[in-house]
């Protein structure tokens, strides 16, 4: 349980030439309002057009108090490094975060309104959770919510051998959450060399750890469709995919099975019902199944 008298979020946002998008995303977390602190970590890895003025600009403004918050405090760091892509200023930020519960969003996603204090909410109350996720979410170009998913469960071992993403669900990235001692087993020097399946190689990690990743049902963030994003070069995304996943057996293929027929076909009530890594506001309350 997160016994502090003040809990720290830190988020990470690596950047680069995401002018037409990254106000929102950078608004989407100093507006977070609750009962916690914020640790917002942007690194720029050599942004031509205007996202560096942009981050320079609520850097200054947070730092000298001239921006309204709704939190504890928000300290907004902006490091400016030229890397070799954006799971290597990850690992830059992940190795710099000091907070309790740590996330990283993308410079053209953004978060929900109140899902810091929902996150922080359940840390707080449940210890045993230590990797949390909320409902998927998909955005189109504008910002607008044009789908969405109740996933069923998200299985460690399932996790490991790579078919959440493939036959199942995949784990949206930027709905995750987990606590900062997860950080501890990471491999940075791998990470930091992977260009599209950064996030998968994050999952595969925690899951080797053998921690269950909880699903919240509530809306934390989405994930915006566009033309000209990393995720359309599908083929490469799972080629370094294939590379980290774990080697599979029989008895998963048909496990598998079993599972995609209850994620097709079962409604969202069922799916609620039979999931026990679930947590549901019910009475008041976030309730853990």
């Known amino acids: 349980m997160l016994r502090k008298e003040v809990v720290k979020i830190s988020i990470i946002t690596s950047v680069k030439n995401s002018g037409k998008y990254i106000t929102e995303t950078i608004e989407s977390v100093i507006n977070q309002r609750g009962d ?30 001239n921006r309204k918050i709704f939190c504890n405090s928000i300290q907004l760091t902006v490091i400016l490094e030229t890397d070799n892509g954006m799971y290597e200023a990850l690992a830059k930020g992940l190795q710099l975060a000091t907070g309790d519960i740590i996330s990283y969003i993308n410079g053209d996603d953004f978060y929900l309104p109140n899902a810091f204090s929902c996150v922080v909410d359940i840390f ?36 490991l051998k790579g078919f959440y993403g493939k036959q199942l669900p995949f784990i949206q990235q930027e709905s995750v959450f987990w606590r900062n001692e997860l950080n501890k087993d990471l491999d940075f020097d791998k990470l930091e060399n992977y260009k599209m399946a950064g996030d998968y190689f994050l999952w595969h990690s925690f899951a080797k750890q053998q921690m269950q990743l909880y699903l919240v049902d509530s809306f934390l963030s989405g994930n915006r469709l566009r033309k000209g994003q990393l995720s359309e070069n599908k083929e490469g995304y799972y080629k370094e995919f294939d590379i980290i996943k774990s080697k599979a057996n029989l008895i998963d293929f048909i496990r598998v099975s079993i599972y995609w027929i209850i994620e097709k076909f079962a409604g969202k009530p069922l799916k609620r019902r039979l999931s026990k890594s679930r947590v549901s506001f019910k009475k008041g309350n976030w309730i853990l199944k």
């Open 36 to 65: 916690f602190e914020i640790e917002y970590l942007i690194i720029d890895g050599g942004s031509e057009d205007n996202t560096l003025k942009i981050c320079k600009e609520y850097e200054l403004q947070i730092g000298k108090l």
């Open 124 to 159: 707080s109350k449940y210890d045993k959770i230590y990797w949390l996720t909320g409902l998927p979410l998909r955005y189109n170009e504008q910002g607008h919510i044009i789908n969405f998913q109740v996933p069923w469960l998200y299985n460690s071992d399932l996790i």
